[in-house]
């Protein structure tokens, strides 16, 4: 079936750096824009990053730029997230997602993984 | 950014009743508009999207309205595994895609 497992999570002291993995599996990973969506704890829901689907367009959200690096293997229907200068701010729940351009619409969410930044 | 603002932040509702949840946009956004619910502890799920179409499973008793800045999700009938919360989402500039805060929906 059509899913997205993430790996990764952890626990980092602030400064510190995390990568995210996403395998894919269930349809056409290269077709699709894919990206990272996360939740800190009882809160919403807040973008952090897409890539398209051959990587030629890339986009952050402000708190990410600069820090947060996706990239995305086609050829293993995988995406990555590197995660640098983790601030306490960023501890959450963090959600790999594929956007649907027909939904105008994230229909495919996975697991999540949870990043906590503390000291 | 475009805002999301959802009212009410939480909702006490029984088995049976009905439902309505606004969600109102900073600027118009067509119908770019999509509906979440999310249980604890997991991923939040596609239940409508372009303001009003249902996605593929979704029970009927679901339904979305709404265009520009105003929309609604209104749950008839309610059933036990309808309590949740509910994310509404912009898509008009992705990929700056905003959500609402979420409402709690609640047993009386």
């Known amino acids: 079936q059509v899913q997205l497992v993430e790996s990764g999570g952890g626990l980092v002291k602030p400064g510190g750096s995390l990568r995210l993995s996403c395998a894919a599996s269930g349809f056409s990973f290269s077709d699709y824009y894919i990206g990272w969506i996360r939740q800190a704890p009882g809160k919403g829901l807040e973008w952090v990053t897409f890539v398209s689907s051959s990587s030629d367009r890339i986009h952050y959200t402000d708190s990410a730029e600069g820090r947060f690096i996706i990239s995305r293997d086609n050829a293993n229907n995988s995406v990555f997230l590197q995660m640098n200068s983790l601030r306490v701010e960023d501890t959450a729940v963090f959600y790999c997602?594929?956007?649907?351009?027909?939904?105008?619409?994230?229909?495919?969410w996975g697991q999540g993984t949870t990043v906590t930044v503390s000291s | 950014d475009i805002q999301m603002t959802q009212s009410p932040s939480s909702v006490s509702a029984s088995v049976g009743d009905r439902v309505t949840i606004t969600c109102r946009a900073s600027q118009g956004i067509t119908t770019l508009l999509a509906w979440y619910q999310q249980k604890p502890g997991k991923a939040p799920k596609l239940l409508i999207s372009?303001?009003?179409t249902l996605q593929s499973g979704v029970p009927s008793r679901f339904s979305g309205s709404g265009s520009g800045t105003d929309f609604t999700l209104t749950i008839s009938n309610l059933q036990p595994e309808d309590f949740a919360t509910y994310f509404c989402?912009?898509?008009?500039?992705?990929?700056?895609?905003?959500f609402g805060q979420g409402t709690r929906l609640e047993i009386k």
């Open positions: 372009d303001a009003s």
């Open positions: 989402q912009q898509a008009n500039n992705f990929p700056q895609v905003t």
């Open positions: 997602v594929r956007w649907n351009y027909l939904y105008y619409a994230v229909d495919v």
